[in-house]
């Protein structure tokens, strides 16, 4: 049962860490392709830190096994961060991350030749990177000011401030803006556009604009929907936030937010659909940046419904619960489970929300597989759909297990991303 709070949404973001990317070939056919041939051929895989600073690492445990299940290679990355292996359609690629008494493993799976692929952290790595001088002007009647960047909002007072960035919200060009408040609500705003990160400083001109209020509005609402959540985030993920809540009746709702600094280039519209058993689903939609109303037609938008998720130990089998066909840009699966001192969490990567059984691990990392005596702490499903991605191999491609983070916290790099989240304990 999925249980809509902040705690909730923290723990997918720690539960699912591994991020995996890089190059694929696509399912075009070509019709010069000799049906006789071999159609085993080479994937490459980078496997990156741990730690999420996007460094490949050595000495790192690879297993790359064929369709039905046989080793094609179990191999170590090399000082690169490199394995490869020649393997059939649909193969399987397994990291392994030892860290004393925890191990960490991920598995892609339905991997195709030609594939160069990554397998670490990407998104992951929160240590402090730097920092970029904001300078502003007051603004008469103020009581406090927030400087908000990508990496979220900076308690500051008039003139120039040194605002800390982090390394995974860092990026080559991005708006900065700075929210005055007033009887503790934001009144004003101003800002600056599309700001280089190599300029090192940017000063915001004397140009306050007032805040404005927000709607949205929501239509074709089903029954089944007792509630809706909404948050508009401004320039980004991490930017001034505001939103609100209510219950649809007849098929409608609309929901209204005051003191809204429409600030930045763009903003996203989170919308949380809670159904009355508390199933819960996400549609979070980029929007222009000064975007003051919005609206959603529920019924086109919403999927079946992801409602839980278990683990047979006996048969190593995760399995979701989806009432119906849950169209999908990528699926994740991951268990938690540990035997005497040690703890371990297997993620695997697959395009669809279907039964996955964990591979079996040769004899040099055997210790991964799971015993029928061993202690389930948890089982998680994520399905992430993201519209401008429209194959396995796009979203391969484009970071899949990225494509987690995006479903559950957002992300103005895409225009609509829709996705739902569900765990199991033992009893």
Do not use: H
Request: glycine content about 8%.
């Amino acid at each position: 049962m999925i249980r809509y709070d902040g705690a909730m949404m923290r723990y997918a973001l720690a539960a699912l860490g591994l991020i995996a990317c890089g190059k694929v070939v696509p399912d075009s056919p070509d019709a010069s392709i000799d049906i006789d041939a071999d159609p085993a051929g080479i994937v490459k895989v980078t496997v990156l830190d741990v730690v999420g600073n996007g460094a490949p690492t050595a000495n790192i445990p690879v297993v790359f096994l064929n369709p039905d299940g046989t080793v094609a290679s179990d191999a170590t990355t090399d000082s690169a961060g490199r394995a490869e292996a020649r393997v059939l359609p649909g193969a399987s690629v397994t990291a392994v991350w030892i860290q004393g008494t925890r191990t960490l493993v991920g598995t892609i799976v339905d991997v195709k030749p030609g594939d160069d692929l990554a397998i670490g952290f990407t998104r992951r790595d929160g240590s402090d990177n730097g920092n970029f001088a904001v300078t502003f002007p007051a603004l008469m009647g103020t009581e406090f000011y927030e400087i908000y960047t990508p990496c979220g909002s900076f308690g500051a007072m008039p003139g120039t401030t040194m605002v800390p960035l982090r390394n995974n919200c860092r990026r080559p060009t991005f708006d900065v803006y700075v929210v005055a408040f007033r009887n503790g609500f934001a009144s004003n705003y101003a800002e600056v556009q599309n700001v280089s990160l190599a300029a090192g400083a940017v000063t915001v001109p004397d140009v306050w604009r007032t805040t404005s209020s927000f709607s949205a509005t929501y239509t074709n609402v089903p029954a089944e929907i007792a509630e809706i959540r909404t948050e508009r985030m401004s320039g980004s993920r991490n930017g001034f936030t505001v939103g609100g809540s209510g219950s649809p009746m007849n098929g409608l709702l609309s929901v209204f937010a005051n003191n809204v600094a429409t600030a930045g280039a763009r903003a996203i519209v989170r919308s949380s659909l809670i159904r009355n058993d508390n199933a819960l689903q996400t549609i979070s939609q980029r929007v222009v940046g000064n975007a003051v109303n919005y609206t959603l037609d529920v019924g086109m938008q919403v999927a079946p419904w992801l409602t839980n998720v278990s683990f047979d130990l006996e048969t190593r089998t995760i399995a979701p619960n989806v009432e119906g066909v849950l169209p999908s840009t990528v699926y994740a699966a991951d268990l938690q489970f540990s035997r005497d001192q040690l703890s371990f969490e297997w993620i695997v990567l697959a395009p669809t929300p279907a039964p996955i059984v964990l591979p079996t691990m040769p004899a040099r990392v055997a210790q991964v597989n799971p015993l029928s005596t061993d202690s389930v702490g948890a089982a998680v499903a994520v399905v992430v759909d993201v519209s401008s991605i429209k194959s396995w191999d796009e979203a391969r491609a484009a970071g899949a297990f990225d494509l987690i983070d995006v479903g559950i916290q957002g992300d103005d790099a895409f225009d609509l991303v829709k996705s739902q989240f569900t765990f199991a304990r033992p009893q």
